[in-house]
C-alpha cells in the first residue's frame, strides 16, 4: 500500500482524534487537586494535537469562541443609583464582583490598566479608557488599539420602581489570540459569558453588605459623550 494511498485513508485521522479526546477526557477527570497531574494530560494532548492539524485548528476555533464575551443583559441590584454608580465608576472595584479579573489600576483621569489571567494561566494586561461618562447615567470603556485583547463595555444606571437600580450591561470581549494550551483549558471550563452572568447575579448579595456609600463630586471624572 503506497503512502499516498494511506495519508487518504481517515481512519489515521480519526485515530489521532480519538487519541486526542481520551487525553483531554483524562485532563477533565484529575484537574482538582492534581496540579501534576493536570500538566502531564495538557502535555499529552499538546503531542497529539501536533499531528492532527486539522482537527487542532478546530480546536482553536472552539477554545477561541469559549473566551469570547457578547453580553447584553439587565440586572436588578437592590441599592440607589447614587450608591451603585459611585461602585462602578471606581474600575478597581471590579474585580471584588467578576472572579475572571485579576486586578484593574484605575487612575481616576479616564484611563486604567486591566489584568486577568487566561486559561492557561498566562496574565493578559491592557489599557482602557473611558469613552462615556454621565455621573448617575452611563459609563463606557474601551481598551486602546494594539491591545491583547479586545474589550467594550458599557453600564446604563436607571432607578427601578422598588427604589433600587436597574443596569443595562453590555460587555464585549474578544481575546487576539488562542493557543493550543487555552483551547484545552477553556473546553472544560465553562464559557466565559456563563462565567461572567454568575458573577454578575452575585453582585446584588456584594453590595447589599456594604454600608452605604457617600455621594462623591462626580466632576473629578471628566465628562464624556458620544
Known sequence: MSKQTLKRRPGGEQLIEA?????????AATRR??????????????????F???FTRKLLRVGAARRRIHLRTTLQLDRPVHEVFEFCRDFENFPRVIQSIRCIADYQDGRSRW????????????????????????IAWQSMPGSVVDCDGLIR??????????????????????????????????????????????????????????????????????
Not at 487537586?33 to 501536533?50: E, S
Request: glycine share 8%; net charge negative; proline share 6%.
Open 52 to 54: 492532527a492539524p486539522t
Open 115 to 138: 489584568e486577568v489571567i487566561s486559561p492557561s494561566g498566562e496574565i493578559l494586561a491592557w489599557d482602557t479608557r473611558v469613552t462615556k461618562y454621565v455621573p448617575n447615567t452611563v
Open 157 to 226: 444606571f436607571s432607578p427601578s420602581a422598588q427604589g433600587g437600580t436597574a443596569l443595562q450591561i453590555e460587555i464585549d470581549y474578544d481575546p487576539g489570540h488562542t493557543g493550543v494550551a487555552d483551547a484545552i483549558r477553556a473546553m472544560f471550563d465553562a464559557p466565559r459569558t456563563e462565567q461572567l452572568e454568575s458573577d454578575l447575579a452575585r453582585a446584588n448579595f456584594y453590595l447589599a453588605a456594604q454600608p452605604p456609600a457617600t455621594t462623591l463630586d462626580a466632576d473629578d471624572h471628566a465628562e464624556v459623550s458620544d
Open 33 to 50: 487537586g492534581r496540579n501534576l497531574t493536570t500538566m502531564r494530560m495538557v502535555g499529552m494532548g499538546l503531542v497529539v494535537a501536533a
Open 19 to 27: 487519541l486526542l479526546g481520551g487525553a483531554l477526557f483524562g485532563f
